[in-house]
């Protein structure tokens, strides 16, 4: 049995895993959790686990309305508590890091009617200080790694599922209330909680190190996703691409009409072949996953 410590309470994914776990491996995995808001953390020995998983981070930046200060917040706890916590681990013995990147790294999305594929050798570009902050993470404990110290970094698209924070909620919230909506062909990688959970816990169990990709077997579209949500919560919605014109115009306004509609239907996909490995880990298709996320 593997002992996992889990970097940073509370969290989403990290509260996710610790459920998900103790339904499908219970027997392959024991989970810890360690706060690290008070800086304790620093004292604990982390030499009897074999995983430390960081979850600990800052989300979800309003990245048009901060100072100077937040920022740096951002890169204290993104960047500088990350690579530290990577540091202790590999001090103290322990065998694998596995950190949770972000494809915020590559940039923001390409606007309405423009694509934008994700390759491998895409270079990360980040548009703005909460992307950077996680890139700098992200090259910071690769360098750690080496023989006795597997690095395992990942770079999940959109993460959403039952309580999650974000894009997700915002749509999911129009999808229940609007009578209409445009059907735009955009094309979005996503990634399941419960899809999220069953690859930690495979290359936890196969102690995979390096970058991964991974992401739902299909790709999204917000129009689609609307009819999934309005369907499994009984709205009735109508989606046509009537109004498709509506949302042509609106991304071409400057500021924050502009920016909600190439936000809403802009495109970022991962190319589908750097997701695929050497295991299983699509155990939820797209609309089951909606109808879970949405249901009780």
């Not at 770079?155 to 209409?180: C, D, E, F, H, Q």
């Not at 069953?198 to 077997?217: A, I, T, Y």
């Not at 299909?218 to 919560?233: D, G, H, M, W």
């Amino acid at each position: 049995m593997k002992r996992i410590l889990i970097t940073g309470a509370n969290s989403y994914i990290g509260a996710s895993f610790e459920v998900y776990v103790k339904a499908h491996y219970s027997q392959e995995f024991k989970v810890d959790t360690i706060d690290m808001i008070d800086g304790t953390w620093r004292e604990a020995d982390f030499s009897s686990y074999d995983v430390i998983f960081h979850v600990a981070g800052l989300a979800h930046a309003d990245v048009g309305k901060v100072d100077e200060a937040i920022k740096q917040k951002y890169y204290a706890i993104n960047t500088d508590l990350a690579i530290e916590t990577a540091k202790k681990a590999k001090a103290d013995g322990v065998k694998q890091f596995v950190f949770m990147s972000s494809a915020i790294i590559y940039g923001d999305s390409a606007p309405y009617g423009k694509k934008k594929c994700i390759t491998k050798d895409t270079k990360p570009h980040p548009s703005n200080f909460y992307g950077d902050s996680k890139w700098q993470a992200d090259k910071g404990i690769r360098k750690l790694a080496d023989e006795n110290f597997v690095t395992t970094v990942l770079r999940p698209p959109m993460i959403y599922g039952k309580g999650s924070k974000g894009n997700y909620p915002t749509l999911a919230k129009m999808a229940k209330k609007l009578p209409v909506f445009p059907d735009v062909q955009n094309e979005r990688s996503m990634l399941y909680i419960e899809n999220l959970c069953e690859f930690l816990c495979q290359v936890m169990l196969r102690g995979k190190g390096g970058v991964f990709w991974p992401q739902n077997s299909e790709y999204s579209r917000t129009s689609q996703l609307v009819k999934i949500i309005a369907k499994t919560n009984k709205h009735g919605i109508i989606v046509s691409k009537v109004f498709n014109p509506f949302v042509f115009i609106a991304a071409r306004f400057p500021g924050k009409i502009g920016g909600l509609a190439n936000k809403a239907f802009g495109n970022l996909s991962y190319e589908k072949k750097m997701s695929s490995y050497d295991f299983d880990y699509q155990t939820v298709d797209l609309e089951e996953s909606i109808k879970r996320t949405e249901t009780n």
